[in-house]
């Protein structure tokens, strides 16, 4: 039912005693009732999918169980690998889902309706159609509705609109779900529910899921797809050839051999999957989101411990984020000749039963004491005359908004109160002034909420925003790192430019979003020269977000309101405070449990080792794909049976790549991002996975040339297959360490541990090659090493050039601001 439907069917009740226990049910029973399925996480299915049916899994799979329909599990091992990265990607998602659905628990409201004339609590999901909310201080509006009356009623929006200033609510006015009451209270008529409400449609909005940016992810699947459309027609071509060499299509399956060939073509074919990569990956995503979830930060989808380091802008939400949502005061200038007393009208202000949040700042630095004034008239602050007003004594003191309450005056810097205003506020200073006026307030004046008369400045008084203590020095690591930063918020421009002063960003005065283009191009260019934003919608946040990335930019965004949830979303890196809305920490990738900036270095630097270590072991895995396509392509051309049973590869898998590939992911690494980690891995794999394949070829022709049997043919082609690999390793693992040499040398000694216990020769079928097949092993083996050693000269220098024109990298999301004015 749409918000149209709702008004439609909504009949007239008793704003004082509220509905009827008939009247509710009727609306419970036609649907009228504030009930929505508000995801706070990911749903088991999403996470389901997203790590067990993958192209990945579907390929080993299927291989899988044809071995183990042919009756040979001891070459089905490589099947683990797809069921232990499905395993480790969902049981963490699935920890950071319940993790999320606690604290959406705990962080669930109630609300307080009228029926039947009495008031009582209930859900929120169980309000209905034209309930009366009655509203008090401390509490979240369940739906939206119409205000009818109340005293003082004040309501924070800024989850839903960013605006930090509570805004007074008068009869008629409308009061958005998941707003907070901060001031008085009032009662208010529910006039749209459910998934019509304002905050629901956010939420709506915000939680179609999509996955994380990743280029590691993305890079991978490429290699998978590529390899999927070449596993056909390579699958067909090396079967024929097992066939042939097996005595042909017409013989093998009366004799009972097709079982061998197929057992060789699965194990030319797995072979090029890149098995253990993906694995890896998630194992490292793995160990990041637990080490980084000791640290406060929780994980919501394990990519997201990469995408941080990728980011080249982040966009900050300044209320919540960078400040503490919190109004301190800062200090009081009295103007010359100031009448003698406004000290104890600041107290009274302070203590005054209605105060707002920026008056209750006033009780610490003028407390009421024992002779505090006790009030003769009154006039409450409303937002939007901006002043409030008190007699006692005989005499007025009006609290306000200089402009408000001295119009031209207070902005006229030829004028004392003038030059005062306008200097504190070009330093973004919230500014108040306290006037004077020696006539008490008159009923007429209240009725008429009318300054009294001969009303003098008497002091300026300065606030400002609690600022993050730890937001500062982030912002500054950012900086050093070549991240761009764009602070955004629905307050003044002039106020987010001094928050944005207060953290260390050169920001004369903030860009106000009313005037930003429409048109993404020229918003993009805004984007690109100024940093400060004020008076920003939730549409204009998310449109932000979508220009900087239409510039190529890698775009981070944090927030902890509803009005944050489609930008973060959007970007490629959403991170919500864990104080935020429950909409915003389902769709952020990231949740800042304690709500401390301070954490993100070590989300970047826990990024930057994930990435820079999963390319080192890239080319280990890459490797492997190009020769085992290279040797599927040449044994099925030559029709030469292929050299190994897929228990065979388990060892080279396991010693030269596997096992030393998850010590290796694992080592602290600090090295910056650099785009293009796939170029840079296949410019060494491809190349030395040909190398690879042509010895082997070589070997095998030579070989059957020497009348080497099947067996040793298998023997010795592993040896070579193993000692190469072994090299590969050490030279990806340089600059070597005392750890690195650990790890290769225990390699090296359980590869020659298996080729000598009589258990692992029996069942992985080693033999003795043979003398003349020893010394062509040998000979083809220095050949590889040689090759491979001269590859990796070359790639160095390839990745050092590029490395070079990537150096900038980063820099064009940073050089915003030296415009930043409008």
Not at 73 to 78: C, I, T
Not at 544 to 565: E, I, K, Y
């Amino acid at each position: 039912m749409d918000a149209g439907e709702q008004g439609a069917m909504s009949t007239t009740v008793d704003d004082a005693g509220g509905l009827t226990a008939a009247e509710v049910s009727a609306r419970q029973g036609d649907g009228r009732v504030n009930r929505f399925d508000a995801d706070t996480s990911r749903s088991v299915w999403n996470i389901v999918r997203a790590n067990v049916f993958t192209l990945f899994n579907g390929i080993v799979g299927a291989c899988f169980l044809i071995l183990l329909l042919v009756g040979r599990w001891q070459d089905a091992l490589f099947g683990l690998a797809a069921f232990a990265n499905a395993i480790i990607g969902t049981v963490q998602e699935f920890r950071a889902k319940a993790a999320l659905d606690r604290l959406a628990l705990l962080n669930a409201p109630r609300a307080r309706v009228r029926r039947d004339g009495v008031e009582q609590e209930i859900a929120p999901a169980d309000v209905v159609l034209d309930d009366v909310l009655v509203l008090r201080a401390g509490d979240q509006v369940a739906a939206d509705a119409i205000v009818l009356g109340g005293r003082g009623l004040q309501i924070d929006e800024s989850m839903l609109t960013g605006e930090s200033d509570a805004v007074d609510k008068r009869p008629g006015d409308e009061a958005l779900s998941g707003s907070i009451v901060v001031g008085g209270e009032g009662d208010a008529r529910v006039n749209r529910v459910g998934a019509d409400s304002y905050a629901n449609r956010f939420q709506a909005e915000a939680k179609r899921f999509s996955l994380v940016s990743s280029e590691l992810r993305t890079s991978i699947n490429r290699v998978l797809t590529w390899v999927s459309w070449g596993i056909g027609p390579i699958g067909l071509l090396v079967l024929n050839a097992q066939v042939m060499v097996a005595g042909g299509w017409g013989t093998i399956f009366q004799e009972g051999r097709w079982v061998q060939a197929v057992v060789n073509t699965i194990a030319s074919l797995t072979a090029m999957i890149p098995l253990g990569l993906v694995l890896m990956t998630s194992i490292a995503f793995a160990v990041g989101a637990a080490k980084l979830a000791g640290k406060q930060v929780l994980v919501n989808e394990l990519p997201a411990v990469e995408g941080l380091a990728r980011v080249d802008v982040i966009c900050l939400d300044k209320t919540g984020t960078l400040t503490a949502g919190e109004i301190t005061f800062d200090d009081a200038h009295p103007l010359d000749g100031a009448a003698a007393g406004w000290e104890r009208a600041l107290a009274w202000y302070g203590a005054a039963p209605d105060a707002n949040a920026t008056a209750r700042c006033l009780r610490e630095p003028y407390p009421a004491g024992a002779g505090a004034a006790v009030a003769d008239e009154t006039i409450a602050f409303s937002s939007a005359r901006k002043w409030s007003a008190v007699s006692f004594e005989g005499a007025t003191w009006v609290l306000g908004a200089p402009e408000m309450v001295f119009d031209t005056m207070a902005t006229d810097p030829e004028t004392p109160l003038g030059a005062q205003v306008t200097s504190l506020a070009s330093t973004g200073l919230r500014t108040l002034v306290l006037g004077h006026s020696p006539h008490p307030l008159t009923a007429d004046d209240v009725e008429s909420e009318r300054l009294p008369a001969q009303l003098e400045p008497v002091v300026v008084v300065t606030f400002r925003e609690q600022v993050r203590p730890d937001a500062a020095q982030t912002l500054a690591y950012f900086r050093a790192q070549g991240v761009g930063v764009r602070i955004i918020s629905g307050d003044n421009p002039r106020t987010v430019a001094a928050i944005a002063r207060d953290v260390g960003i050169d920001a004369p005065e903030g860009y106000d979003a009313r005037t930003l283009p429409d048109d993404v191009d020229a918003l993009a260019e805004v984007l690109e020269t100024h940093t400060v934003f004020g008076r920003v919608t939730p549409e204009q946040k998310k449109g932000m977000v979508l220009a900087l990335q239409s510039r190529g930019h890698v775009v981070a965004m944090t927030g902890d309101g509803v009005n944050d949830a489609l930008a973060i979303k959007t970007a490629d890196m959403g991170i919500a405070m864990n104080s935020g809305a429950a909409a915003t920490k389902a769709v952020a990738r990231l949740v800042l449990l304690d709500g401390k900036f301070s954490h993100l270095p070590d989300v970047v630097a826990e990024g930057r080792q994930v990435i820079a270590n999963i390319e080192r072991v890239s080319m280990l895995f890459l490797t492997k794909t190009a020769y085992a396509t290279g040797l599927a392509l040449l044994f099925g051309l030559l029709v030469l049976e292929f050299p190994f049973l897929p228990r065979q590869l388990s060892i080279t898998d396991g010693l030269t790549i596997g096992i030393p590939a998850f010590f290796l992911a694992l080592m602290p690494n600090a090295r910056r991002y650099i785009p293009g980690f796939l170029r840079r891995s296949l410019s060494f794999a491809i190349p030395s996975g040909i190398v690879i394949a042509l010895t082997l070829t070589g070997y095998t022709l030579v070989a059957q040339q020497l009348g080497v049997g099947e067996d040793q043919l298998r023997t010795g082609s592993t040896i070579i297959l193993a000692v190469v690999g072994i090299w590969v390793l050490s030279i990806l693992s340089r600059p070597l360490n005392r750890f690195k040499v650990i790890v290769v040398g225990v390699m090296f000694v359980a590869l020659i541990t298996l080729f000598t216990v009589p258990l692992s020769i029996e069942f992985f079928q080693l033999v003795d090659p043979g003398q003349e097949a020893a010394y062509a092993l040998t000979g083809f083996t220095i050949v590889a090493i040689l090759a491979i050693e001269v590859i990796r000269i070359f790639h160095v220098r390839f990745v050092r050039a590029t490395l070079r024109a990537t150096a900038g990298y980063g820099a064009k999301g940073s050089g915003a601001g030296a415009r930043d004015t409008k």
